[in-house]
């Protein structure tokens, strides 16, 4: 089981839970944007036997955006989020499955800023982003130790959400469990352009997994038996990393694995590997691999009445 929070903030009422959002709580907090990694957030504790839950919907949101790796591509967002908002014009929330572009040397001021003006003329309340490998973690960890449990704010519309972090959207529950493994972590510099803390433990998996089921898995990493063009990059290492490297990035995938066999979602979602691709397993679980910016599949459409999904794509 796992608790669902009422929030109570002077002069709103939040005693539905259907109209409880991140973006009501941003605009109490009267946020400016210009403070990066700030707590807006204020939740009951409760222990760990009984995992939070946030109900995040929005009055009338029928359907969200899933995106795949962005890496801080201001050209990419420039012509990503007007085509969502030109073939999807009422969506109102983005869940982003990692490698956003959170780096320490634009705190405040570059990739997550030029993400909120897009988001500001399209009419998109917030992007939602499930942490991938290449973030500053040191950055990130500072920030969730700061508060446990709860989502991050990194600009007027961009939120970060920790290993675990469970959220309603609708009536439909989802998951985010982020981090993987960089498979080309020999060749960067550690606390520069390579955070171990990158790799979930298996502690995360454990307080991931104790809320029970649930409907829509994020991730950054894949599952081992995912989507068929996932699989083929596994099995035949095209890029011909490491054994080093390939037991680094099996550790990865079978902490996100037990996760998912766990929750046994009806949905995963994930990047990482630049390659559009899904999978529907024979006990109809659903495995969507997303592309990265500039790719085929770096955006589709997820229903909330029956999660089915719907991929865009655009020229």
Not at 180 to 204: C, Q, Y
Not at 270 to 288: A, Q
Request: contains cysteine.
């Amino acid at each position: 089981m796992h608790l669902i929070v009422d929030l109570a903030v002077p002069g709103i009422d939040f005693t539905s839970r259907r109209t409880t959002s991140v973006a009501a709580i941003d605009r109490v907090a009267n946020v400016d944007g210009g403070s990066e990694l700030e707590f807006l957030l204020r939740h009951k504790q409760v222990t760990q036997q009984q995992p939070l839950s946030f109900d995040l919907t929005l009055p009338g949101e029928e359907r969200v955006a899933v995106a795949g790796d962005w890496h801080g591509s201001f050209s990419w967002v420039q012509k990503a989020i007007p085509a969502l908002h030109r073939m999807a014009p009422e969506v109102r929330t983005i869940l982003q499955l990692g490698d956003f572009g959170i780096w320490r040397e634009r705190a405040g001021k570059g990739f997550s800023n030029a993400v909120d003006y897009w988001c500001r003329v399209t009419g998109i309340d917030r992007v939602l982003v499930t942490p991938g490998n290449h973030e500053d973690w040191d950055l990130l960890d500072a920030a969730f130790e700061t508060q446990p449990g709860e989502a991050v704010q990194l600009s007027k519309t961009v939120w970060v959400l920790p290993r675990g972090y469970r959220f309603e959207l609708a009536g439909r529950s989802f998951m985010s469990f982020g981090g993987a493994a960089s498979l080309d972590f020999a060749h960067r510099v550690v606390g520069k352009s390579w955070w171990p803390a990158e790799l979930p433990t298996e502690d995360d998996v454990g307080r991931a997994v104790a809320g029970g089921s649930t409907e829509v898995l994020l991730t950054h990493e894949t599952v081992n038996g995912g989507a068929a063009e996932t699989e083929q990059i596994l099995s035949s290492n095209p890029f011909g990393w490491s054994m080093e490297a390939l037991a680094y990035a099996a550790e990865s995938r079978a902490h996100v694995t037990g996760v998912w066999d766990a929750v046994s979602p009806a949905v995963l979602a994930h990047g990482h590997f630049h390659v559009k691709g899904e999978i529907e397993r024979p006990d109809g679980r659903r495995v969507y691999s997303l592309g990265a910016d500039n790719d085929l599949g770096n955006l589709a459409l997820l229903s909330l009445d029956d999660l089915s999904w719907t991929w865009i794509e655009f020229s």
